[in-house]
C-alpha cells in the first residue's frame, strides 16, 4: 500500500478508538437511565438517539453540517469567536463515527441492562448501596457482556463509517481521508488493485476486533 493509504488506515483506527471511547462514555449512561428511568420526553430522546440507525448516512450527515458547520447553529458561534472549524478535521471524522455507531452501543446496552434482575438491585438497595454503587457494583457487571457487544458493534461501525464522515469531514488524503473513503476514491481513479488490498485490510482488521472481543466475552463469563 502507499504512504496514503498506510496514513487512511492508521486514521481509521484512530478514528474508531476515540469514536468507541466517546460511546461508552455517553452511551452506557444513556443506555442505563433509558432502561431503568420512566420520565417525560424518553420516547423522544430514544428517538432521536435511534434515528442515524434508520436515516441515510448522508442525511445524518447534513444534519451535522447545519449543526455544526462553518455557519451552522453551533458551528457558526464557535467560527466567529475562534476562526476554527470542526467541519473538515479529523474532529469531525470522529463526531460522524460517534452519531452513527451510539444507536448501536444504546440499544444493545439497554437490552443487556434491562434483562438484568431487579430483585438483585432491590436487595443491594436494602444493604444500603445507592443507586450508583448498585449500578457500578451489580447492575453494569451482571450486563457487562451485553455492554461490551455494544461496544464491538459501536467500534466495528466507526470504523466503517462513510456517508456521514464524507459529508461533515470530507474526503481530504492525509487529513480527513479514512480507509472507506480511501477505497471509494481508489474504485472511482479506477485503482482496482489498490482498492482490493484496502477492502482485504480492513476485511482483516474487523475481524480481528470480532476476535479480540470473542475472546474477552468468553473470559468475562
Not at 467560527?79 to 440499544?107: I, K
Request: proline residues 5%.
Amino acid at each position: 500500500m502507499s504512504r496514503e493509504h498506510w496514513d487512511a488506515l492508521a486514521l481509521s483506527v484512530q478514528v474508531a478508538v476515540v469514536a468507541t471511547f466517546l460511546n461508552a462514555v455517553l452511551g452506557i449512561p444513556l443506555a442505563y437511565v433509558l432502561a431503568r428511568r420512566v420520565f417525560r420526553g424518553k420516547t423522544v430522546i430514544d428517538l432521536l438517539i435511534t434515528l442515524p440507525l434508520v436515516l441515510p448516512p448522508t442525511v445524518t450527515g447534513y444534519y451535522l453540517i447545519v449543526l455544526l458547520g462553518r455557519r451552522g447553529w453551533l458551528g457558526g458561534p464557535l467560527y466567529d469567536l475562534t476562526g476554527w472549524t470542526v467541519a473538515f478535521t479529523w474532529y469531525a471524522a470522529v463526531v460522524a463515527a460517534t452519531v452513527m455507531a451510539l444507536p448501536l452501543l444504546v440499544r444493545t446496552a439497554r437490552a443487556a441492562i434491562e434483562s438484568v434482575d431487579r430483585d438483585l438491585e432491590k436487595a443491594a438497595y436494602t444493604l444500603g448501596r445507592p443507586e450508583w454503587r448498585t449500578a457500578l457494583e451489580v447492575t453494569l457487571p451482571l450486563a457487562g457482556r451485553g455492554i461490551l457487544a455494544g461496544l464491538v458493534l459501536a467500534f466495528a461501525r466507526a470504523l466503517g463509517e462513510f456517508g456521514a464522515t464524507l459529508m461533515l469531514a470530507g474526503n481530504i488524503p492525509g487529513r480527513t481521508q479514512t480507509v472507506p473513503l480511501a477505497i471509494y476514491t481508489a474504485v472511482q481513479t479506477g485503482e482496482a488493485a489498490e482498492a482490493l488490498v484496502l477492502v482485504a485490510a480492513l476485511t482483516a482488521l474487523s475481524c480481528a476486533v470480532l476476535l479480540a472481543a470473542g475472546r474477552l466475552g468468553a473470559r468475562a463469563a
